[in-house]
């Protein structure tokens, strides 16, 4: 399976490091969808392949600056295969499939937006965006969509960002109200 190495690059910003919940450590495949999440952030890329897979992918390395698509394998030894703009192969990184239920998504991404709401947010995770899809430009417009002050917030982009990675959902999940009150007894 081919996929276009920047969406996994996004995908790898927003997945867990040694979480307990061991299946947030890797990529969510579906035959429509890449996904990952950290349970502070969620990510969903129409990823546009032909696939039948419903797998959890966790990259042991790094996918090179210059690798354009990447070959996942699943035979004897499971490898991802870079290959440049050019179509030459400039490297490979080691991959595990790991055996989990993967959060439904479904459940997570808002359906409706109330512009009335002010939800809080934390503001490191703000930062995801510019991590997912600085590599191609240094200007990425968001927009903030809340649907419920305990709902996930989530983030639009502008079309050329939708077009480069697959219209993505990309969600904060927000704070909860008492945070400054919280932040202001324990922090001074």
């Known amino acids: 399976m081919k996929i276009k190495s920047a969406m996994l690059r996004a995908a ?15 990529i969510h495949i579906t035959p429509k969808y890449i996904e990952a999440t950290n349970g502070h952030v969620a990510l969903r890329l129409e990823h546009g392949i032909n696939t039948r897979r419903n797998i959890i ?3 042991i390395g790094h996918i090179p600056v210059r690798a354009d698509m ?6 004897k030894s ?8 050019h179509g030459q192969r400039i490297g490979f990184t080691a991959i595990k499939l ?25 503001a490191g995770l703000l930062s995801y965006p510019e991590k997912m899809f600085g590599r191609e430009r240094k ?14 917030v989530l983030i639009k982009f502008d079309t050329t ?3 480069m990675y697959g219209n993505p959902k990309f969600v904060v999940m927000p704070c909860r109200d008492s945070a400054f009150e919280v932040v202001k007894e324990f922090l001074g």
């Open 161 to 163: 960002v939708n077009s």
């Open 98 to 122: 790991l055996d989990g239920r993967f959060p439904d998504l479904d459940r997570v991404v808002p359906t409706m937006v109330d512009h009335n709401i002010n939800p809080v947010v934390q």
């Open 70 to 75: 990447t070959e996942l394998t699943f035979g």
């Open 139 to 152: 200007f990425i417009p968001m927009q903030l969509l809340p649907s419920g002050k305990e709902s996930a």
């Open 12 to 26: 790898l910003v927003c997945v867990a490091k040694n979480d307990a919940r061991y299946y947030l450590n890797g």
């Open 57 to 59: 992918v966790q990259f």
């Open 78 to 85: 499971l490898l991802a295969t870079h290959y440049d703009a």
